[in-house]
């Protein structure tokens, strides 16, 4: 499963977070006036930005969908498209493409 941002609104000090910056994920580490220091997860560096460039955010989780191209001799190669699963094998080794989507909790029920 993979996860996407959802804006909630305008930074507030009182959410717990995540935030977004310019679309990613960031982490507010202090607040002056209009200013924040943010970084984001996976970085040591930070950098000044104003309040209201940062919004209150929550991941939603996002199915992964692929397509699995499968050959006559048991072969199997994961593809991001199904134009790419059809150009996997030729055509006379080439069994068959199926499309596979995850199910996320919730879903179906």
């Known amino acids: 499963m993979t996860q996407k941002l959802k804006i909630l609104g305008p930074y507030t000090p009182e959410h717990e977070g995540p935030y977004a910056f310019n679309g990613e994920v960031c982490v507010v580490?202090?607040?002056w006036a209009h200013l924040a220091f943010i970084s984001r997860p996976e970085s040591?560096?930070?950098?000044?930005a104003c309040l209201l460039d940062i919004k209150n955010a929550e991941e939603v989780p996002q199915p992964r969908e692929f397509w699995m191209a499968l050959s006559n001799s048991g072969g199997r190669?994961?593809?991001?498209?199904p134009e790419r699963a059809h150009q996997a094998f030729t055509p006379e080794y080439r069994k068959e493409v199926i499309?596979?989507?995850?199910?996320l909790p919730g879903e179906g029920e």
């Open 29 to 31: 580490h202090a607040v």
């Open 99 to 103: 499309h596979v989507r995850e199910v």
């Open 44 to 48: 040591n560096e930070g950098f000044i």
């Open 77 to 81: 190669i994961t593809c991001t498209s």
